[in-house]
T-cell receptor, first 114, second 116 residues
């Protein structure tokens, strides 16, 4: 039972490069989200999706792009990396039942932009 | 907009003692969930405890319990009989209930040190 799988775990980019952070879940969850974690700021929402084909912006969407063509996958694209995007990135998936909800997180990607 | 505030950047506790981590939140909604997550050095986010706003009874999970004060919009985490493995960063988080999209709003985090 893999849960939420993020790749890669570590990445170094040069300013201006683009890349895609991969996220896959095998729990058939409808909701998926991307967060970034910066010191002293907790986790902040970048983009989220409530189902295949539906995405929306979170608190800090600039410089990032997402798509959700399947229930399982929710990749995050950095269009032109900037040093301000140096951070730890988390993907999460969640479900909601009757009075119950829980999010499951990937192991995170530490991204450094130089 | 909803906000979550953790005013204690760092806390320390002696092994086997009790510690309380504070969290306050702001919302105009009546239907929501509150969570405490633990993040050890491995970076993995681990759900510690969950509270539904409509429940008056405080949630408990073994050595972890919360003090949920809905009117005061306060949601503190009490860790009893602290263990070395409890050392981690702890995040308080809010999720809207009735229009749930899976979005979480996090506090800034509290780093907990456990002294042997």
């Amino acid at each position: 039972n893999a849960g939420v799988t993020q790749t890669p775990k570590f990445q170094v980019l040069k300013t201006g490069q683009s890349m895609t952070l991969q996220c896959a879940q095998d729990m058939n969850h409808e909701y998926m989200s991307w967060y970034r974690q910066d010191p002293g700021m907790g986790l902040r929402l970048i983009h989220y999706s409530v189902g295949a084909g539906i995405t929306d912006q979170g608190e800090v969407p600039n410089g990032y792009n997402v798509s959700r063509s399947t229930t399982e996958d929710f990749p995050l694209r950095l269009l032109s990396a900037a040093p301000s995007q140096t951070s730890v990135y988390f993907c999460a998936s969640s479900y909601t039942g009757t009075g119950v909800t829980e999010a499951f997180f990937g192991q995170g990607t530490r991204l450094t932009v130089v | 907009a909803q906000t979550v505030t953790q005013s204690q950047p760092e806390m320390s506790v002696q092994e086997a003692e009790t510690v309380t981590l504070s969290c306050t939140y702001d919302t105009s909604e009546s239907d929501y969930y509150l969570f405490w997550y633990k993040q050890p050095p491995s970076r993995q986010m681990i759900l510690v405890i969950r509270q539904e706003a409509y429940k008056q009874q405080n949630a408990t999970e073994n050595r972890f319990s919360v003090n949920f004060q809905k009117a005061a919009k306060s949601f503190s985490l009490k860790i009893s009989d602290s263990q070395l493995g409890d050392a981690a960063m702890y995040f308080c988080a809010y999720q809207h209930g009735s229009s749930n999209t899976g979005k979480l709003i996090f506090g800034q985090g509290t780093t907990l040190q456990v002294k042997p």
